[in-house]
């Protein structure tokens, strides 16, 4: 019973840390998206979307090991609630890597055309506090952190809701004054949105932190 006990707690320790390193490639991702969007890189955003291919292939190959495990091993208790959480990572931080190939993909649309400056400042704030979430649940996830740590991750969810409103009122309303403005101002509410997006995400990840420390899924967003 002990040498069973041990041989799931060791393939826990395996996942999470595979869950880690998957969250790593997409947080790449996410920063590449934010170098591409700053600096208006056209080849960075091809290379972005051509990389998403890598975390597609992690993920599923990570969803065969978690099954395997459950499947072999059947876990309880906490060990459980942590395997049954990598499954679920899984997905969700597939996902989220699809947001910095969505973003690629604007800037890619957008080809050569410069984007006003001071929306894309704001939109690189977004991200900046998405991305610094995303980072904080993960190592929360992966280190077994307490139920506060996990918590604490993810407090700037409600600002970059605030964010996020922000600009699109700002967009909306330069939209409504230039109408030649209106595929730009499109353009940039797609990438603000994915990286909100990020930050939604960003709290699942918190909550499966929580959940596995403390046996509850509290709503964080």
């Known amino acids: 019973m002990a040498d069973k006990i041990n041989l799931v707690q060791k393939k826990r320790v395996q996942l999470q840390a595979a869950i880690g390193d998957l969250g790593a490639l997409v947080i790449q991702a996410l920063n590449q998206s934010v170098v591409c969007l700053k600096a ?10 051509e990389a998403d291919a890598a975390i597609n292939q992690q993920r599923r190959l990570l969803e065969q090991q978690c099954l395997v495990t459950l499947a072999a091993y059947q876990p309880a208790g906490e060990d459980l609630r942590a395997l049954g959480a990598c499954m679920e990572l899984v997905s969700e931080l597939e996902r989220i890597g699809d947001y910095a190939g969505d973003v690629a993909s604007v800037m890619l649309k957008i080809g050569e055309e410069r984007l006003p400056p001071e929306p894309v400042a704001a939109i690189l704030g ?5 991305i610094a979430m ?12 307490d139920e506060s740590t996990a918590r604490a991750a993810v407090v700037r969810e409600a600002q970059v809701d605030r964010d996020e409103e ?11 004054t230039d109408a030649g403005f209106a595929l730009t101002g499109t353009y940039l509410l797609w990438i603000v949105h994915n990286y909100e997006r990020v930050a939604d995400r960003a709290t699942n990840v918190a909550e499966r ?12 967003n």
């Open 40 to 49: 208006h890189d056209l080849i960075l955003a091809a290379r972005i979307i």
């Open 166 to 176: 922000a600009i699109i009122q700002q967009v909306l309303g330069r939209m409504r």
């Open 126 to 130: 977004v991200a900046g506090n998405a």
């Open 134 to 145: 995303l980072t904080d649940a993960l190592d929360a996830f992966t280190s077994n952190s």
């Open 209 to 220: 932190a929580v959940y596995v420390a403390a046996g509850q899924t509290p709503d964080l």
